[in-house]
């Protein structure tokens, strides 16, 4: 029933951020999560009408793990994207200009290489982000069960394969799964969980290694029957939510 681990993901697919603490507003994704993507250039990206769009029209690591070997940092202040390489200098990027997103499309895109599809653009667009669901949510894992999946499988599995939110402790494995369409507070947020997520081979990737060395959904689908792990929740009362805060249902019949 604690928070042990809050991140944001600037860039979709590319390195998370961990925070100690964030303020959720109601109807939001996480601040400056998945603000930003690669979009293949066959993607129908139009930012003068963001809409959803599958994972697929944009760099990501269910089919491009070799982004999960750059380490990137976002000032959101200032706009400026750092990415570091294995080996040689870092690149720096302006997310405001367009010659500043220009520069970071053509270093990802020669990062890619035969990976890139077209001609990749940098995007963006006020008021969207490019989740893996169309609703704007918060993704929420409970490690007993990410623990209960080790066991089973005799795998360690590192938590940041799962590119989730909120990292959690405290409750029985699965318990979050009895939480549909209930409510749950997250610090001093309200949240409803709508979703179980369903984990893709994007957690196949190592995040250290940037290889694909083991496989979630069939190690879930085999000890367990299905593939999911997490869920999503929608804000529907804003807040502080930081690390050590606490995570209790709503309900007194789950809270067990």
């Not at 793990?65 to 720096?92: C, M, N, S, Y």
């Not at 704007?136 to 089973?152: D, F, M, N, R, T």
Request: net charge negative; with cysteine; glycine share 8%.
């Amino acid at each position: 029933m604690r928070i042990e681990h809050i991140y944001r993901y600037p860039v979709k697919g590319l390195t998370p951020e961990a925070l100690e603490e964030v303020v959720l507003t109601a109807g939001a994704c996480l601040p400056h999560d998945r603000r930003f993507a690669l979009a293949q250039g066959d993607a129908p990206w139009n930012p003068a009408t963001p809409g959803w769009l599958p994972k697929r029209n944009f760099g990501c690591l269910a089919y491009n793990a070799k982004l999960a070997a750059l380490h990137t940092a976002f000032d959101p202040h200032g706009g400026q994207l750092v990415i570091r390489p294995p080996e040689g200098p870092p690149f720096l990027g302006d997310t405001r200009t367009e010659a500043g997103r220009t520069a970071m499309a053509a270093w990802l895109t020669a990062w890619l290489g035969e990976e890139a599809r077209g001609a990749p653009s940098f995007v963006e667009a006020p008021g969207h982000n490019f989740t893996d669901v169309a609703a704007k949510c918060v993704s929420l894992i409970g490690l007993s069960s990410l623990h209960a999946l080790e066991q089973a499988s005799g795998t360690a599995l590192d938590p940041r394969r799962f590119r989730a939110n909120i990292y959690f402790s405290g409750f029985k494995p699965w318990a979050e799964f009895e939480w549909l369409d209930q409510e749950i507070q997250l610090g001093t947020a309200r949240l409803r969980v709508f979703k179980r997520i369903v984990r893709c081979p994007a957690t196949e990737v190592n995040p250290e290694t940037a290889t694909r060395d083991a496989e979630p959904p069939r190690l879930l689908r085999q000890h367990f029957g299905h593939a999911d792990l997490g869920v999503y929740a929608e804000v529907i009362e804003g807040g502080r939510v930081a690390v050590g805060d606490a995570l209790e249902p709503l309900q007194g019949d789950l809270l067990h």
